[in-house]
């Protein structure tokens, strides 16, 4: 799975994967110990899934692009806690990788010599409040221009999906300098690109101002929304996911017992629904 140009774009399909009994205790036996209790611990296990994928994505890329033995790859977290690779060859550094998951996928994000950051929203209606009760709350977010950006681009499906891009854009570049939560979003404002969204299509005018100066060495890509991804992302299955895997601890069957119980649990939640 090389890449070329020392870039990584990859996709991974983890809301229709269904894994077997065999795939997620393999999974389990390829990611670090700390990494396969946190994973445990999640309630639901969409939340696991995708928390599973990314870590595969993760080692894949470290293993495919820096030829390190997946078993060699020590991953750890930032203070922020950001996941980051412990790495003492001078030669393998200079790489900037970020996840992000959401709705049905998770995906990384990789490149040498440059920042990067990536963030997945889905379009989704507020499921408490209306949508202009749901801006109301986010007023402070964003800039009076995005807001104008934001609520003029026609219905109110079309104001959510211009809301998430614009968010998805803000979070992707605080995730590429790696400032955290505490960064004041409407230090940033971005101006979209004129161009129609289109399925598959990627675009590349979105300009960005920092502190109300124009930002020329930072490149967007919107929108990551339009899945199945854009041709700039490689959408790997289960089989690529692990091709270079190999295991790092032994099988665990207990790990298999607590994911499908909490797999079962959404079902069982309904069921209660329907009978009452």
Same mark, same amino acid.
């Given at each position: 799975? #090389?890449?070329?140009m020392s870039?990584y774009? !990859?996709a991974?399909?983890c809301?229709s994967? #269904?894994?077997?009994?065999?795939?997620?205790?393999? $999974?389990a036996?390829?990611i670090? *110990?700390?990494?396969?209790?946190?994973?445990?611990?999640f309630?639901?296990?969409?939340?696991?899934?995708?928390?599973?994928?990314?870590?595969?994505?993760?080692r894949?890329f470290?293993?495919?692009?820096?030829?390190?033995? !997946?078993?060699?790859?020590?991953?750890? *977290?930032?203070?922020r806690?950001?996941?980051?690779?412990?790495?003492?060859?001078?030669?393998? *550094?200079?790489w900037?990788?970020?996840?992000?998951?959401?709705?049905? =996928?998770?995906?990384?994000?990789?490149q040498?010599?440059v920042?990067v950051?990536?963030?997945i929203?889905? #379009?989704?209606m507020?499921?408490?409040?209306?949508v202009?009760?749901?801006? *109301?709350?986010?007023t402070r977010?964003f #800039?009076?221009h995005?807001w104008?950006s934001?609520?003029? $681009?026609?219905?109110?499906?079309?104001?959510?999906a $211009?809301?998430?891009?614009? !968010?998805?854009?803000?979070?992707?570049?605080?995730?590429?300098?790696?400032?955290?939560l505490?960064?004041?979003?409407q230090r940033?404002?971005?101006?979209?690109?004129?161009?129609?969204?289109t399925?598959?299509?990627?675009?590349?005018?979105?300009?960005? =101002?920092?502190?109300?100066?124009?930002?020329?060495n930072?490149?967007?890509?919107?929108?990551?929304?339009?899945?199945?991804?854009? $041709?700039?992302?490689k959408?790997l299955?289960f089989?690529?996911?692990?091709?270079?895997?190999?295991?790092l601890?032994?099988?665990?069957?207990?790990y !298999?017992?607590?994911?499908?119980?909490?797999?079962?649990?959404?079902?069982?939640?309904?069921?209660?629904h329907?009978?009452?």
């Open positions: 799975m #090389t890449e070329e870039s774009r !990859w991974f399909r809301g994967w #269904t894994p077997t009994r065999s795939e997620w205790l393999f $999974a036996r390829c670090q *110990r700390e990494e396969k209790e946190r994973i445990g611990q309630v639901f296990a969409k939340d696991a899934k995708s928390a599973m994928a990314g870590r595969l994505l993760l894949s470290v293993c495919d692009s820096m030829r390190i033995p !997946w078993s060699d790859i020590k991953l750890e *977290r930032s203070p806690g950001k996941p980051c690779l412990k790495v003492c060859d001078d030669s393998r *550094r200079g900037s990788f970020n996840l992000s998951h959401q709705g049905d =996928y998770t995906v990384l994000a990789a040498q010599g920042q950051g990536v963030d929203m889905k #379009t989704v507020p499921g408490s409040s209306s202009p009760e749901f801006f *109301r709350i986010m977010q #800039t009076a995005e104008s934001i609520q003029s $681009a026609g219905s109110e499906r079309q104001q959510l $211009a809301f998430y891009r614009h !968010w998805a854009l803000k979070e992707s570049f605080i995730k590429a300098i790696g400032t955290g505490g960064f004041n979003l940033v404002e971005f101006h979209l690109s004129p161009e129609l969204l399925p598959g299509h990627v675009l590349r005018q979105t300009k960005m =101002y920092l502190d109300e100066e124009p930002e020329e930072w490149i967007f890509e919107p929108p990551l929304q339009s899945f199945p991804p854009p $041709a700039t992302f959408l299955s089989s690529e996911l692990i091709a270079s895997a190999s295991p601890t032994d099988e665990d069957p207990a !298999w017992e607590n994911f499908k119980t909490r797999a079962e649990a959404p079902q069982r939640q309904s069921d209660a329907r009978q009452a």
